[in-house]
């Protein structure tokens, strides 16, 4: 059975309930324009989204905010080369308003995360209070609790890792990884519709907290990467598609626990889709993959 790599572009039709800058964003893509291309005029997106110009206009300012796009004078207004010349939170920002990532873009976000969480797991077993493992332990019981009533965990899962980075006591790291937390919600949620997943995650909760109770940062380590893998497993799954000649091909990483304290290897290449590259607005700017 064929998959495909990625959620299909947004159109006209299935973001008639989002907001408008969510809307804007469909619009463009569907149009497929490169960076540097300028954007329709402000009369013909109000006729084609159906709003008002003034409305455009307010949608407009908030993609130039998100260096999304720019306004040039007296010539118009251009998309951006998104990935060199706007910024992570733009794209967490746009993913709330209704734009999907790519599975590319998932999948670099997991190697980013997977750094960044190795460190705080780190300072969490060296800086974690009373306080700390008392709302670890609590989000444990409620994640119990809706799992018993075969509820999805999503929101409990974000609960959990905000708690165990905030036990870094450090505010920087919560509010850098919180955004990557924000980006993936959507797609845990759906990842955590099957509660086999669930109890899995549930379980591996339970040992990383007993490893930070324990001060134990090699044992916390190795289970934040081996956490990471199965919902990058998932995810693989997801995004293993057969190319045009017949092979099968996925675009996401394996995830490698370091050895020692060196976090060389942390993540293994795998082989990259070239047949079915993203939509022009998801890859605007994206550096290539080397191999």
């Known amino acids: 059975?064929?998959?495909?790599?990625?959620?299909?572009?947004?159109?006209?039709?299935?973001?008639?309930?989002?907001?408008?800058?969510?809307?804007?964003?469909?619009?463009?893509?569907?149009?497929?324009?490169?960076?540097?291309d300028r954007i329709p005029s402000e009369r013909e997106l109000a006729e084609r989204l159906g709003v008002g110009r003034n409305a455009v206009r307010e949608a407009i300012a908030r993609l130039t905010s998100l260096r999304v796009v720019e306004s040039r004078r007296k010539s118009g207004v251009y998309l951006r080369e998104i990935w060199r010349q706007s910024s992570f939170e733009a794209m967490v920002m746009l993913s709330g308003l209704g734009r999907e990532p790519t599975?590319?873009?998932?999948?670099?976000?997991?190697?980013?995360?997977?750094?960044?969480?190795?460190?705080?797991?780190?300072?969490?077993?060296?800086?974690?209070?009373?306080?700390?493992?008392?709302?670890?332990?609590?989000?444990?019981?409620?994640?119990?609790?809706?799992?018993?009533?075969?509820?999805?965990?999503?929101?409990?899962?974000?609960?959990?890792?905000l708690a165990l980075v905030s036990a870094t006591h450090n505010k920087i790291l919560v509010c850098v990884l919180n955004a990557f937390y924000e980006l993936t919600l959507p797609r845990r949620r759906l990842c955590f519709t099957r509660l086999q997943r669930a109890h899995i995650q549930h379980r591996q909760h339970k040992e990383i907290v007993a490893a930070v109770t324990a001060r134990d940062p090699a044992r916390g380590i190795k289970l934040i990467y081996d956490h990471i893998a199965l919902l990058g497993s998932y995810w693989r799954s997801k995004s293993s598609v057969r190319s045009r000649d017949g092979t099968r091909t996925t675009r996401f990483v394996r995830m490698v626990a370091p050895k020692g304290d060196s976090l060389r290897g942390i993540v293994t290449p795998a082989p990259v889709e070239r047949d079915l590259p993203p939509p022009p607005l998801a890859r605007a700017g994206a550096p290539r993959s080397r191999r």
Do not use: Y
């Open 103 to 161: 599975w590319g873009e998932l999948s670099e976000t997991m190697e980013v995360r997977a750094v960044l969480e190795h460190t705080a797991i780190e300072l969490a077993c060296a800086r974690r209070d009373d306080q700390d493992l008392v709302a670890l332990n609590r989000i444990l019981e409620e994640t119990e609790r809706v799992i018993s009533e075969k509820g999805n965990i999503a929101d409990q899962d974000q609960a959990f890792h």
């Open 1 to 36: 059975m064929t998959v495909n790599p990625q959620p299909p572009p947004l159109t006209m039709d299935d973001t008639s309930r989002k907001p408008l800058v969510a809307r804007l964003v469909a619009f463009i893509a569907d149009r497929r324009l490169q960076p540097g």
